[in-house]
């Protein structure tokens, strides 16, 4: 498994951009499906983006498509999630994780399902005011 320190959170008014980066300490880091999560106070945590092993495949909820871009960089362990048209309703802690499950290490897809990513950051609170 690896270890996901996030950055990048904070303050910023409705329309404007937000990068937050994760960065991975490990060996192996291609091998890792990535995911941004997200949860709002009294909210379940859901699935923001996601990016498979290799890059080539991702997934954005309905809620952010078009306005987030997710990446990363297995060179340099880093995923990132840049966030721009930003509204009062994307507030909430962001939270990195890593999947190590072997099945969608090899079809090179991206989870969807919570539970299948094992390895989580602390989290970085982006606040949108309005």
């Known amino acids: 498994q690896v270890q996901l320190v996030e950055s990048g959170g904070g303050l910023v008014q409705a329309g404007g951009s937000l990068r937050l980066s994760c960065a991975a300490s490990g060996r192996a880091f291609s091998n890792y499906a990535m995911g941004w999560f997200r949860q709002a106070p009294g909210k379940e945590r859901e699935l923001v983006a996601g990016?498979?092993?290799?890059?080539?495949?991702?997934y954005y909820g309905d809620s952010v498509e078009g306005r987030f871009t997710i990446s990363r960089d297995n060179l340099k362990n880093t995923v990132t999630l840049q966030m721009t048209s930003l509204k009062p309703e994307d507030t909430a802690v962001y939270y990195c994780?890593?999947?190590?499950?072997?099945?969608?290490?090899?079809?090179?897809?991206?989870?969807?399902?919570?539970?299948?990513?094992?390895?989580w950051g602390q989290g970085t609170q982006v606040t949108v005011s309005s």
């Open positions: 994780a890593s999947s190590s499950s072997a099945l969608y290490r090899a079809r090179d897809q991206v989870p969807k399902w919570n539970g299948v990513y094992d390895s």
């Open positions: 990016i498979s092993r290799s890059g080539s495949s991702t």
